[in-house]
């Protein structure tokens, strides 16, 4: 399989450079910085074939590093991570699949829109294209895939402090793959199907907190 950045290189500058562009133009006083890590559970989704393989419901551990940059106290974006693991349910045929993505996505803080919200949470979405790397592990290593997502999620966040909250984070990426896949006859398991993931973490303001609350 060729690699990401012979395949995808284009596409990984474009969502970089993207950022930095908009990041570099927000107004200087509207500057308000955020470093998220998650740890959680996940599922992988295929297509439904049956093949002999199927991962279990819940599969650990889920995890997502990002940095987040708010232009108002409404709109922003992020530049985020995320690695999962998963492996086989019983009586599937054994397999374990490390799956993950890069992911440059708009952050809409709906808070303000939900009056009904008590006073130390908040509720933020988050939607953006990126890119998804699965490799299964033991015998089927060479069964790889690198193809574009669409992230769409939904995080619950409450305040700790003035800089620090804890939030909870669904999200589902969606494959933009197309569906053919390696002959499991033949060359075993493979995968690049979607992914659910549900992951608990911490939000840490790090410069310009102007819409700290």
């Known amino acids: 399989?060729?690699?990401?950045?012979a395949k995808y290189r284009v596409t990984v500058f474009i969502m970089i450079f993207s950022l930095v562009y908009a990041l570099g133009n927000a107004q200087e006083r509207t500057e308000k910085w955020r470093a998220q890590f998650t740890l959680?559970?996940?599922n992988p989704i295929d297509d439904?074939?049956?093949?002999?393989?199927?991962?279990?419901y819940v599969n650990f551990p889920s995890v997502n590093l990002g940095i987040q940059h708010?232009?108002?106290d409404k709109l922003g974006a992020k530049l985020d991570y995320g690695f999962n693991?998963?492996?086989?349910d019983k009586g599937s045929k054994p397999f374990k699949l490390n799956y993950s993505r890069v992911n440059l996505q708009l952050v809409y803080d709906a808070t303000r829109d939900l009056r009904f919200l008590p006073q130390d949470f908040k509720v933020v979405t988050h939607f953006g294209p990126g890119i998804s790397f699965t490799q299964p592990l033991g015998n089927d290593t060479e069964n790889k895939?690198?193809?574009l997502n669409a992230l769409v999620g939904l995080e619950i966040h409450y305040k700790l402090s003035r800089a620090l909250s804890l939030f909870t984070d669904v999200s589902f990426a969606y494959s933009?793959?197309?569906k053919d896949k390696y002959n499991s006859d033949i060359d075993g398991f493979s995968?690049?199907?979607n992914l659910l993931y549900a992951s608990v973490g911490i939000s840490v303001a790090l410069s310009g907190c102007n819409y700290c609350k």
């Open 176 to 178: 933009l793959s197309s």
């Open 1 to 5: 399989m060729t690699s990401v950045f």
């Open 40 to 42: 959680g559970i996940n």
């Open 191 to 193: 995968f690049n199907g």
């Open 145 to 147: 895939y690198t193809f």
């Open 48 to 56: 439904g074939e049956n093949d002999g393989y199927y991962t279990k």
């Open 70 to 72: 708010m232009f108002s």
């Open 85 to 88: 693991r998963s492996e086989n």
